[in-house]
């Protein structure tokens, strides 16, 4: 479970979760709401997302990162052909990042990341994700409740996940300030995400 070679998808260009745009969830959230500070955006893929939040505003700055060199290379492509200089990506495995960005950033954004990791590394995910905001940063994340089922049969990713499960993987040490399933969706993916945010507790 949880074995995919990441890099390997991104050489083959194999990368059906690539929709070639942002998040229509975090579009919609980045229109209401102001994302400023230190962002880090973890399994970025092509970066998108990093851009999408990175041309918002000369007061944010966004560091994605991905475990796929490729991935990087391409969401690095991205940012230097929009001449985002408030962007960058960098080559990483998030339950390692913490080591080098402890408590640094003011924002984490998730968007299909939790679901590509392997289930049973849930509470790593979201002790990584504690490390890496300072207290009371935020993590917006586009959880995948329900994706369809694999053409292939094979479980996932991605790995669906029940709102009971969420609230208690993150129970303590972060407070829910905002939970919806949002109205717009890639196609395919409609009423199947959770946006949420949470804001990381003081200690
Ligand atoms: C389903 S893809 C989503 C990519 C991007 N968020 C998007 O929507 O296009 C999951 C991404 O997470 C990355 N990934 C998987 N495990 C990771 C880990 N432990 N650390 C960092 N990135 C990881 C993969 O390389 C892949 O780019």
């Given at each position: 479970?949880?074995?995919t070679?990441?890099?390997q998808?991104?050489?083959?260009?194999?990368?059906?979760?690539?929709q070639?745009?942002?998040?229509?969830v975090?579009?919609e959230?980045?229109?209401?709401?102001?994302?400023?500070g230190r962002?880090v955006a973890?399994?970025?893929?092509?970066?998108?997302?990093v851009?999408e939040i990175?041309?918002?505003?000369d007061?944010v700055?966004?560091l994605?990162?991905?475990?796929s060199?490729s991935?990087?290379?391409?969401?690095?492509?991205?940012?230097?052909?929009?001449?985002?200089?408030?962007?960058?990506?960098?080559h990483?495995?998030?339950?390692?990042l913490q080591?080098?960005?402890n408590g640094?950033?003011d924002?984490?954004?998730e968007h299909?990341?939790?679901?590509?990791?392997d289930p049973?590394?849930?509470?790593?995910?979201?002790?990584a994700?504690h490390?890496?905001?300072?207290?009371?940063?935020k993590?917006?994340a586009?959880f995948?409740l329900s994706p369809?089922?694999r053409?292939?049969g094979?479980?996932g990713?991605p790995?669906g996940c029940?709102?009971?499960?969420?609230?208690?993987?993150?129970?303590g040490?972060?407070?829910?300030?905002?939970?919806?399933?949002?109205?717009?969706?890639?196609?395919?993916r409609?009423?199947?995400?959770?946006?949420r945010?949470f804001?990381r507790?003081?200690?």
């Open positions: 479970m949880g074995n070679d990441w890099e998808c991104y050489i083959e260009g194999d990368t059906p979760w690539d070639g745009s942002p998040s229509p975090l579009v959230y980045l229109d209401a709401n102001s994302v400023t962002v973890p399994g970025c893929g092509s970066g998108h997302d851009a990175a041309r918002r505003s007061l700055s966004v994605g990162m991905d475990i060199p991935a990087v290379g391409l969401a690095n492509t991205r940012l230097g052909l929009e001449a985002l200089a408030n962007a960058s990506c960098e990483a495995d998030l339950f390692d080591q080098h960005y640094q950033f924002w984490v954004c299909t990341c939790f679901c590509a990791i049973t590394r849930r509470s790593d995910y979201v002790n994700v490390q890496l905001l300072k207290p009371g940063g993590l917006l586009v995948y369809k089922q053409e292939d094979v479980a990713p790995f029940s709102i009971e499960e969420l609230d208690a993987l993150f129970d040490r972060f407070v829910l300030e905002e939970s919806r399933v949002p109205e717009v969706a890639f196609p395919g409609e009423g199947r995400e959770l946006l945010v804001r507790n003081p200690e």
